[in-house]
């Protein structure tokens, strides 16, 4: 495998979030960006090159059965900010959140063949911009605060329930030639002891933040990117998503539409 194709899985989940937070976005829960920290510690991956340890990195990351995703994500159709925090798992389960702008907050939770959403006021507003305000308002009155349900095999799911596809985004990122990855410093990621790549393709610059305990999972990527900018923090990995069906009323829109 080439480490180009570590980046390039990143970049997939980028592209990912980008095209599924305008049907949905939100305040992420708990998310955001991971601190990472310069700390002093013995050499990690002694006598192994950058392209070495972006190998291992790609080789446990992909082999994970599940993880989180948080993070900063630019929206090319709004020219806006996407802030995501998903956990998700080879299953096709996930649950999380997603926010555009800090405009409201929209939950997703996937389970078997259902996909499950619950907007606040702000966010159904924010997305319903431009329309007449009766329909902002009967939108509103309808679903804010309410979780709603549909078939997570149907058309309107489908942008939302492609993200939960972490088989996709670990299994179908291919690397794109030569780069130059070099080592960095030691640091911490949210207080797990990582190492930092610095990768090199063209004009664009990344960043990546791989651990230096236990497997050598992925913890942070950033990218300098014109095309493709943003930052994404990668945890838990390998542990349960959680993705249960909410309990209460539940608004059934395959029955609402018929």
């Known amino acids: ?17 980008s095209l599924t937070g305008c049907q949905s976005g939100t305040d992420g829960g708990g998310g955001g960006a991971a601190a990472a920290t310069a700390s002093a510690s013995a050499e990690p991956f002694a006598g192994l090159s950058g392209d070495e340890i972006a190998d291992r990195a790609l080789k446990a990351t992909t082999g994970a059965r599940s993880l989180r995703m948080t993070g900063d994500v630019a929206d090319d159709e709004s020219g806006g900010t996407i802030r995501i925090d998903m956990a998700m798992d080879r299953q096709g389960e996930c649950a999380g959140t997603m926010s555009l702008d800090g405009q409201g907050e929209a939950e997703l939770i996937k389970t078997g063949d259902t996909l499950y959403m619950k907007y606040d006021e702000r966010f159904l507003r924010a997305q319903s911009e431009g329309e007449p305000k009766a329909d902002t308002d009967a ?3 309808l679903l804010a605060g309410r ?3 549909t078939s997570a095999t149907g058309q309107d799911a489908e942008d939302m329930t492609g993200f939960c596809d972490l088989d996709a ?12 990855v070099t080592r960095g410093k030691t640091t911490t990621v949210d207080g797990t ?6 990768e090199k393709d063209g004009t664009d610059r990344t960043t990546l933040y791989v651990a230096t305990e236990g497997e050598p999972y992925l913890l942070r990527f950033e990218s300098a990117s014109e095309k493709d900018p943003g930052a994404l923090t990668f945890s838990a990995y390998d542990e349960p998503v959680g993705a249960k069906a909410p309990t209460g009323k539940i608004l059934d829109l395959d029955a609402l539409t018929g």
């Open 1 to 17: 495998m080439r480490r180009t194709t570590l980046v390039a899985l990143c970049l997939t989940a980028v592209t990912t979030a």
């Open 139 to 141: 939108a509103v009155a």
């Open 147 to 149: 979780w709603t349900k």
């Open 169 to 180: 985004m670990l299994d179908d990122a291919e690397g794109s030639g030569s780069t130059d």
């Open 193 to 198: 002891p990582a190492i930092v790549l610095h």
